[in-house]
């Protein structure tokens, strides 16, 4: 299984981003993918999940700013990210989590957020 992220950048506070992550392999039955940051110097944290019935979950620093969204049949899940602080600069991780086979991670993406 290979998760691969892509769509980070740099970009000024208030601007956008689209980030991208498709899952590829031997794969079968996605139950929820999702998208994790973490700072220099802190610990991952979530900042949002789908589920294979397109159910979401958000971390309350992305609710109103961000969408997460899936395409089941490619396998790939997004994360626009509106409004943009520079406290969301992190490195974004692509999660994939599989219901017999557990989590997999992709090698993430830095987002940069300048003031």
């Known amino acids: 299984v290979q998760v691969v992220e892509s769509g980070g950048g740099l970009v000024q506070a208030g601007g956008s981003l689209r980030l991208s992550c498709a899952v590829s392999?031997?794969?079968?039955?996605?139950?929820?993918m999702g998208w994790y940051r973490q700072a220099p110097g802190k610990q991952r944290e979530l900042v949002a999940t789908i589920t294979s019935s397109l159910r979401t979950n958000y971390a309350d620093s992305a609710k109103g700013r961000f969408t997460i969204s899936r395409d089941s049949a490619k396998n790939t899940v997004y994360l626009q990210m509106n409004s943009l602080k520079p406290e969301d600069t992190a490195v974004y991780y692509c999660?994939?989590?599989?219901?017999?086979?557990?989590?997999?991670w992709g090698q993430g993406t830095q987002v940069t957020v300048s003031s």
């Open positions: 999660n994939a989590d599989f219901p017999i086979d557990g989590n997999y």
């Open positions: 392999g031997s794969i079968f039955n996605i139950r929820a």
